[in-house]
């Protein structure tokens, strides 16, 4: 595995330096947009070169019109992202001509696609940055370039590295977002993932718990720790360790109160995690299990390793250990080759299962994936009536299990105000749904007792006690 040797990294200091010192000059502080598509990796990326851009001197706006720079941080999972990305993209060609200073760049995960990197080259010649997601530490340097008035674009068909020693600019407390590993080794036959971030590869332990440490000693309570499939950690080090005895050491660290991971893959979920899920106080009660699809046929040409009811064993066994657990998953509907009876079997592991919630998805064909080239058999409109369908199941299904939550007094973590009124804060209960409740700004980062008054499909309502 290789992680970015020191000499590169001061290489990458120098620049920032260079850059800080030219911004420092300038009689007005530049400003970034930085806008993050996609899962949690990405938003971990976009978090390291904000840090970036702060220490070269940068501040941030919430709008591409104030920037001297704009950022997207692109994904590739579902054509929808891709689409957005573009429109973006499109309208920024105005936004130069008014403004040709403005600089522009586009990383992550589209840009490892080789067709769509190209489509940007030829169609977007405004764009003046284009990196993936494997030379992300060598962005002050392309910045520097682009500076410079060069067109820059710099693609690695890298296996991945590991790239440590950056601030990150996190959201502030109470949440810190902290990778323990990168990429995925699983190439489910619809995903784009392995092919856009490399092989698995594990943070070391030590550098994991550091950075769990520094978030503490920030003021931070809760940590995510984040990965395609955690349930592999640690396999790929010198010094073998598991996920489980890696939660075991975070629950030591200090100031710490809750620890939540995603993603768990069901096939690697091992004996060892649900009993440290079960006994360790600071593990939160919830688990994101995707199941993807009820159907044996299905889940087998999706390359997904285990059957309908080896995933039900595992949720079995989960719910003896932790009876109140908050289940969630993944789902998608219109798979090449998914039938109707396929469907309804999706539909009976729903009602089997109940989670909480999931997040549902119609199929979006990847090009360069095993699926892409595999036969379709329902049309889009049917695909669409079943996606519907689902939805509106799941939405029973979930009000009813928040139902239960009705005149309960949940410990819930505020992390805010709330979005959509301003007289209301919000936070999370350990199994990590939503609570607004009534109260001030002052009670962010508290842990505070709530009892449920009204309960929503995706949210609770309640008042502090
Ligand atoms: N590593 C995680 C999630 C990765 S992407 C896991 O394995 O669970 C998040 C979700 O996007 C996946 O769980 C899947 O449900 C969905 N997804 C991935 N590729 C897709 C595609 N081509 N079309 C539709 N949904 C997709
Ligand atoms: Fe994609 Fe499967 Fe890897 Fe998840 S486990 S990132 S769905 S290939
Ligand atoms: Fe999207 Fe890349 Fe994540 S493709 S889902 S941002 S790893």
């Not at 440490?213 to 592999?232: D, I």
């Not at 299990?289 to 285990?306: A, E």
């Amino acid at each position: 595995m290789k992680e970015i040797d020191n000499a590169e990294l001061e290489k990458q200091r120098d620049f920032i330096q260079k850059i800080r010192l030219e911004n420092h000059t300038c009689n007005k502080q530049p400003l970034a947009f930085v806008e993050t598509y996609g899962c949690a990796q990405n938003e971990n990326d976009s978090e390291r070169l904000c840090g970036m851009l702060s220490d070269m001197g940068y501040g941030f706006c919430g709008t591409p019109e104030k920037a001297d720079l704009v950022l997207y941080n692109t994904c590739a999972v579902r054509e929808n992202a891709e689409l957005r990305v573009f429109g973006n993209l499109g309208a920024l060609k105005h936004l130069k001509r008014k403004k040709p200073s403005l600089l522009i760049g586009v990383c992550g995960c589209m840009i490892q696609q080789e067709h769509i990197a190209e489509q940007i080259k030829k169609k977007y010649k405004h764009v003046d940055m284009i990196f993936g997601t494997h030379v992300v530490y060598r962005f002050p340097q392309l910045l520097d370039e682009a500076r410079s008035e060069n067109r820059v674009i710099d693609i690695e068909d890298s296996e991945g590295v590991i790239f440590e020693g950056v601030t990150s600019k996190r959201d502030n407390p109470p949440l810190a977002k902290i990778p323990i590993m990168y990429g995925c080794n699983n190439f489910c036959t619809y995903c784009i993932v392995p092919y856009v971030r490399g092989r698995e590869r594990s943070r070391s332990a030590e550098n994991i718990l550091n950075e769990v440490r520094e978030v503490a000693a920030l003021g931070y309570r809760e940590v995510m720790l984040l990965g395609q499939n955690v349930n592999s950690y640690g396999k790929d080090l010198e010094n073998p360790l598991t996920f489980a005895t890696l939660l075991r050491e975070v629950c030591k660290v200090d100031g710490i109160e809750r620890i939540r991971f995603m993603t768990s893959h069901p096939k690697d979920i091992s004996d060892e995690l649900i009993d440290a899920m079960a006994s360790e106080d600071k593990i939160c009660k919830q688990l994101h299990l995707p199941v993807q699809c009820g159907s044996d046929r299905i889940l087998k040409k999706m390359n997904r390793s285990y059957t309908r009811e080896k995933y039900l064993d595992i949720v079995r066994k989960v719910r003896e250990k932790m009876p109140d657990i908050v289940l969630t998953s993944d789902v998608i509907v219109g798979f090449p080759g998914e039938t109707n009876e396929d469907f309804e079997e999706t539909m009976s592991i729903l009602a089997e299962v109940r989670y909480d919630m999931i997040f549902s998805f119609i199929y979006s064909k990847r090009k360069g994936t095993p699926a892409a080239e595999m036969e379709d058999c329902l049309t889009d409109e049917e695909k669409h009536r079943n996606f519907e369908r689902m939805v509106a199941f799941q939405n029973e299904i979930s009000k009813e299990k928040n139902d239960a939550y009705f005149g309960k007094c949940e410990k819930v973590l505020v992390e805010g105000p709330s979005k959509t009124n301003l007289e209301f804060m919000c936070g999370r209960t350990d199994g990590g749904k939503i609570v607004n409740f009534r109260g001030t700004t002052e009670l962010a980062g508290q842990l505070v007792d709530v009892k449920i008054t009204e309960v929503k499909t995706w949210s609770l309502i309640g008042e502090i006690i």
